[in-house]
């Protein structure tokens, strides 16, 4: 026989039902799915955990996770929770960082998540910039895919995202997007390559060449399959489909002369340390510019909004330094 859950309490009431401890279990249980790990994690006893979530369930009238001998999986509506949960701890973890940068005369923590270009090269000189002028700013930097850095700026988990423009409207719903540079892909070849030092080329040319391609599960191989068919009319033969890190692809680019598109920024990068040469082919940039991305919902913490502006600061250097 179902269990049902008692209606919830008016809107009103609701905060005055919910306690903090609550949100911390949610928090611990979104990870480790164990009401037992949870519990050890929050320093609860089980039975404390379990009316706690009891009670959570009461407050909003829903089931929030499906038992089971294999744990506790959330549902729709304990998925939701999850993430307010964590929006509101780590606002309060925000609120605790900038009281103690007052009290100790620092300037707080901005936490980044950046794909590979701006990591390359913008972020370190938006960081070193930033620290010369405030040596007490503490940063976390990450480097993750695309999606996760969105999911992980509305969680709150991120103050700043360093990403490609999110087109999709729902996706970008409740995000605050501010354009860096463009950065179209080219084509990179080892120094000692045949056609290193090639003016002009066409991919006709080089289709009987070793190639690493965008993987099929990438954004770009659509692109890059389309160019070869109506530049070069087929597919080259020798090819290895990657989206191994960045490192694996040089490899294959420097000690065994295959040919890659990569990003100009990156290409870029390891050109100037004379790794490899920038050919004559550019592929555009179908992925749209990069960009910052906060919570539009977010207040600007003084420290983020310092960062924003370095970050601005030294992207329109670079573009205007590649202009030259």
């Known amino acids: 026989m179902t269990r049902l859950l008692p209606r919830p309490p008016d809107i009103a009431t609701l905060p005055f039902r919910l306690k903090f401890r609550q949100l911390v279990l949610l928090d611990a249980l979104g990870d480790t799915q164990s009401l037992r790990k949870a519990a050890a994690r929050t320093h609860l006893t089980q039975p404390a955990a379990t009316r706690a979530m009891a009670e959570l369930e009461s407050a909003f009238g829903v089931r929030l996770f499906e038992r089971s001998h294999a744990g506790m999986t959330p549902t729709v509506y304990g998925s939701a929770l999850i993430q307010h949960a964590r929006r509101v701890l780590y606002d309060v973890q925000q609120a605790h960082a900038e009281i103690q940068a007052l009290r100790t005369g620092s300037h707080g923590l901005v936490r980044i998540g950046s794909l590979l270009p701006p990591a390359a090269s913008l972020l370190p000189a938006a960081v070193g910039e930033v620290k010369r002028q405030f040596p007490h700013m503490r940063f976390s930097l990450e480097q993750l895919p695309q999606r996760p850095l969105v999911e992980r700026i509305r969680e709150g988990s991120l103050d700043i995202a360093l990403c490609r423009v999110v087109t999709d409207p729902d996706e970008a719903n409740g995000l605050e997007q501010s354009v860096l540079f463009e950065d179209d892909f080219v084509l990179v070849a080892a120094r000692s390559h045949r056609f290193a030092r090639a003016r002009t080329l066409a991919l006709v040319d080089l289709i009987d060449e070793p190639w690493v391609l965008p993987h099929a599960s990438g954004l770009l191989y659509a692109h890059v399959h389309a160019l070869f068919l109506t530049q070069a009319g087929r597919l080259p033969g020798n090819t290895v489909e990657s989206s191994t890190p960045l490192a694996t692809n040089l490899q294959l680019v420097e000690q065994y002369g295959f040919l890659n598109f990569m990003q100009r920024t990156v ?58």
Not at 269 to 297: D, F
Not at 304 to 316: F, G, N, P, S
Request: charged letters at 15%; glycine letters at 10%; aromatic letters at 2%.
């Open 267 to 324: 290409a870029t990068s390891y050109a100037k340390r004379g790794q490899l040469r920038i050919l004559p082919i550019s592929l555009g940039s179908p992925l749209g510019p990069h960009v910052t991305v906060v919570r539009s919902s977010a207040g600007i913490a003084p420290a983020v909004d310092i960062t924003l502006q370095a970050l601005r600061r030294m992207a329109a250097q670079e573009t205007a330094g590649g202009q030259e």
